[in-house]
């Protein structure tokens, strides 16, 4: 008998499951069971243990009979400027202000997609009255607006 895989990344997710179930029943042999009218320390955890071993068997048993899933390969750009626009705005947010550090993040994680350059200018200048008139206006938020001159 021969088993056709055909989607082995749930396959190997199921067996993942189902071995911390495992290490479960192990890890809470050594507790008293006890019985369902007087559960000992034991009896939870060995019962959720189980649990999770049989829900690892119907993901094994789902991924015998699912066809492959086909992922998409991230696009470099997008990841880029997204990880770009956040290392910004941590790097700013004390030095250059919170309008700055808003305006300035939004203009480059627009650019993530097919960022046209007026619609991100008036996006980021409403992103940063927006969050400065939220955060330091309405909720009082000890922040910068902008940089301390001089």
């Known amino acids: 008998m021969r088993l056709n895989i055909r989607n082995r990344r749930p396959l190997y997710a199921g067996l993942f499951v189902i071995a911390i179930g495992l290490a479960g029943v192990y890890f809470g042999s050594g507790l008293k069971f006890g019985r369902a009218a007087a559960m000992g320390p034991g009896f939870l955890p060995i019962v959720c243990s189980w649990l999770i071993v049989a829900l690892g068997g119907i993901i094994v048993a789902k991924s015998l009979h699912e066809d492959v899933e086909i992922i998409e390969p991230p696009v470099p750009r997008p990841v880029f400027m997204i990880f770009l626009a956040i290392g910004l705005f941590a790097l700013l947010i004390d030095r250059a ?19 046209k350059l007026l619609e991100t200018l008036i996006l980021a200048l409403v992103g940063a009255a927006a969050s400065a008139i939220v955060f330091v206006v309405l909720l009082g938020l000890p922040l910068q607006v902008w940089p301390e001159l001089g």
Do not use: D, E, H
């Open 97 to 115: 202000g919170l309008g700055i550090t808003v305006f300035s993040t939004v203009f480059v994680a627009s650019y993530a997609g097919r960022a």
